[in-house]
């Protein structure tokens, strides 16, 4: 690891072992937007400890459904609260990996750890806490497409190697993998000023990723296509800051990939789509990103990439797809949904 990279991540990793206490100690909003978690996640929420709860810095719910019996790896876990949240609804026949550079932060995880199992009525933990850097997943032992799902919650913009972050997410996500995470964008690239500020980096502003700079990245990596499942404009709730930063618009989004050979455009070969209704979390209606809302047994034409997405994965079991790409018709018509124009931001592929 190049000196300049460790250097941010000495100041990142002060500042959340020593300047933060608790979520009441930063200086803005950024890491921790109140956006209301699902149903199925809040119910979990009331049986996670106090003290982990106090000591979450997340911008938003990346945690998402169908995850029964599934390997999970959670990037920059902290003190745990998706970790337990996701070792509730994976079951104990499933398993969850927390990876965080912050020794400090573990030690809460890792004490209350006990606790959780017991609330959850579990006879053993399917929780592993380990200590490492999420550039280099290899040193904290995580095999080649061993993990079903990666999560991770307003972390990745800390790091200063975004792009060797994204290569160690697709080497160990298995074929048909999901990646699902939430965190800080912009809509424009931040100055180096502002992007080497210890207070902004640890804010979550300084590291944040411009959009356009993230879909390209994904593309080298060879993801083609990424969804936006939801987003919120960031209010800074700082004066000093929101001057600092001027005009720059910050936005949470929660986006979600796969492990899958996409297209770059969304094509049309006339393919249908029907949700069963079969994950608990969605009886009714399952949404895969902020303009692909399926309502129970209702017919939805979609792309060929979206149709990858619903039958080469793990959701496969709760879709039933009509069709295959042996007639073409041209490119899909898939206009971007409300939620991203509002936080004037673009989305991988056409959709």
């Not at 800080?184 to 640890?202: A, H, Q, W, Y």
Request: with cysteine; aromatic share 8%.
């Amino acid at each position: 690891m190049q000196s300049s990279e460790q250097n941010t991540l000495n100041v990142v990793k002060q500042y959340y072992s020593e300047k933060l206490t608790s979520n009441k100690d930063l200086q803005t909003n950024a890491c921790c937007t109140g956006a209301p978690a699902p149903k199925y996640v809040s119910e979990v929420l009331s049986h996670i400890h106090p003290e982990i709860l106090d000591k979450f810095y997340g911008c938003g719910s990346p945690i998402p459904e169908a995850l029964s019996g599934c390997t999970v790896l959670d990037l920059g876990c902290g003190t745990g609260r998706d970790c337990f949240v996701l070792s509730k609804l994976v079951g104990e026949s499933g398993r969850i990996i927390g990876v965080d550079m912050t020794q400090s932060q573990l030690s809460v995880a890792r004490q209350h750890e006990a606790y959780q199992m017991q609330q959850f009525g579990f006879s053993k933990s399917n929780v592993e806490f380990r200590h490492g850097y999420i550039e280099d997943l290899a040193e904290a032992e995580i095999e080649d497409s061993s993990i079903d799902i990666v999560v991770s919650n307003c972390v990745i913009n800390l790091s200063p190697n975004k792009a060797k972050v994204f290569d160690e997410i697709f080497r160990v996500l298995k074929p048909g993998g999901e990646l699902f995470f939430s965190d800080v964008f912009t809509t424009s690239r931040i100055p180096e000023d502002l992007r080497n500020d210890p207070i902004l980096l640890g804010e979550c502003l300084g590291g944040a990723m411009y959009i356009e700079d993230f879909r390209r990245m994904l593309l080298q990596l060879g993801c083609a296509d990424f969804r936006v499942v939801s987003s919120a404009k960031l209010k800074i709730d700082n004066a000093d800051i929101e001057t600092q930063v001027g005009d720059i618009n910050f936005c949470s989004l929660t986006i979600r990939a796969f492990k899958l050979p996409l297209e770059d455009r969304c094509e049309d070969f006339g393919q249908v789509a029907y949700y069963l209704g079969t994950m608990p979390e969605s009886p009714t209606k399952f949404t895969l990103d902020d303009h692909h809302v399926f309502i129970k047994d209702k017919p939805m034409l979609v792309c060929g990439n979206t149709a990858d997405m619903l039958s080469s994965t793990r959701f496969a079991k709760h879709f039933r797809v009509v069709g295959d790409k042996s007639k073409h018709f041209g490119l899909f018509d898939c206009s971007v949904g409300t939620a991203l124009q509002e936080a004037n931001a673009a989305v991988g592929g056409c959709c």
